[in-house]
């Protein structure tokens, strides 16, 4: 039986916000061992945490929302993991000869580069690679199924080249229209998933929220 794995984080206290910000705060409101009936809490966070998707609404005021997807988009029959050296800080633009190793039906392509190592890190946030905006229509082109980019930093925006960050956001989000998965957990995947799920948490008309992806082997 293929098994299926996370490639998400959990959410807590701790974890690594863009920009070096924290903001998840979970606090206790009922304590049964305070004489409550039962155990619940308040959960309060920024929604682009942990591993989270960016909607085109997050770059265009009329692009679409967390609402406007069917739930069969979530489910990907084609992902393909690609995996890439890059140092600190570096704009990812991937050359021809690698571009041409990515299957043209891909529907979810991973960027594994490794810096998923440095989260906890300063540098995680502050010294992040980055995603060139002339990568989205090369994308686009070699696969034209292709739904979403997911990447193991914590931004397609590299924290040091920020002005950059913003026109690949809106060539991905809006002439694109590639979805981006941000913070992917990719320790334990060790060659592409045969299929994926990714679902986001279901709040009504959001530019951005965190997603919950699951990958068989």
């Known amino acids: 039986m293929k098994k299926y794995k996370y490639l998400s984080y959990f959410l807590d206290e701790k974890t690594p916000l863009y920009g070096g910000k924290t903001g998840i705060d979970i606090k206790k409101l ?4 305070s004489g409550d009936s039962a155990n619940t809490k308040t959960i309060s966070m920024h929604n682009h945490s942990g591993t989270h998707i960016d909607f085109p609404n997050h770059f265009f005021n009329k692009g679409k929302l967390s609402s406007d997807y ?12 690609l995996e890439i050296i890059v ?3 570096q704009i990812i633009l991937l050359d021809e000869p690698i571009i041409n190793n990515i299957p043209v039906e891909t529907d979810f392509l991973i960027l594994n580069t490794g810096f998923y190592k440095f989260r906890g890190q300063k540098k995680f946030w502050n010294n992040n690679p980055g995603i060139h905006p002339d990568l989205a229509a090369v994308l686009r082109k070699r696969c034209p199924n292709l739904k979403i980019l997911g990447m ?5 925006t590299s924290y ?16 694109n229209d590639i979805l981006l998965v941000e913070d992917m957990k990719l320790d334990e995947l060790k060659k592409s998933p045969s299929r994926l799920i990714c679902l986001p948490i279901l709040i009504k008309g959001i530019d951005g929220c965190p997603v919950t992806i699951l990958a068989q082997d």
């Open 160 to 175: 040091q080249h920020r002005a950059l960050g913003k026109v690949a956001h809106r060539e991905f989000l809006g002439h």
């Open 152 to 156: 193991d930093f914590i931004s397609l």
């Open 87 to 89: 140092k600190e800080s």
């Open 70 to 81: 069917d739930a069969n988009f979530w489910v990907f029959e084609k992902p393909f993991m």
């Open 30 to 33: 009922d304590d049964i061992s």
